[in-house]
Nanobody, 121 residues
Framework: QVQLVESGGGLVQPGGSLRLSCAAS????????MDWYRQAPGKQRELVAS???????NYSDSVKGRFTLSRDNAKNTGYLQMNSLNAEDTAVYYC???????????????WGQGIQVTVSS
């Protein structure tokens, strides 16, 4: 089995910063893309940022210039640095990884359980 565990969320004031981590563990051969999604109350889940195994990144327009996604392949961990946070960033953030498991030639999509980020004064 593969598990993704997010950490680093919480309450932050407008203009502040948080760093989310997504640690993958279990029966992992390699991780292809790692993505972060978020879902605000009453809204659909949206893609925030993605990073390939080689480190190429893409960001939604709403976070471009404020969020930075990185990863440590040796640790199977991704990091989302979020700066200049505002109330519109309040949401549950989910990590997603496309994983090739040991002993398999297929890739599987795995999700974390989600972590709350609240931006409020």
């Amino acid at each position: 089995q593969v598990q993704l565990v997010e950490s680093g969320g919480g309450l932050v004031q407008p203009g502040g910063s948080l760093r989310l981590s997504c640690a993958a563990s279990g029966n992992i051969f390699s991780i292809n893309a790692m993505d972060w999604y978020r879902q605000a109350p009453g809204k659909q889940r949206e893609l925030v940022a993605s990073i390939t195994r080689g480190g190429d990144t893409n960001y939604s327009d709403s976070v471009k210039g404020r969020f930075t996604l990185s990863r440590d392949n040796a640790k199977n961990t991704g990091y989302l640095q979020m700066n200049s946070l505002n109330a519109e960033d309040t949401a549950v953030y989910y990590c997603r990884a496309i994983v090739r498991r040991m002993g398999s030639s297929y890739e599987y999509i795995h999700w974390g359980q989600g972590i709350q980020v609240t931006v409020s004064s």
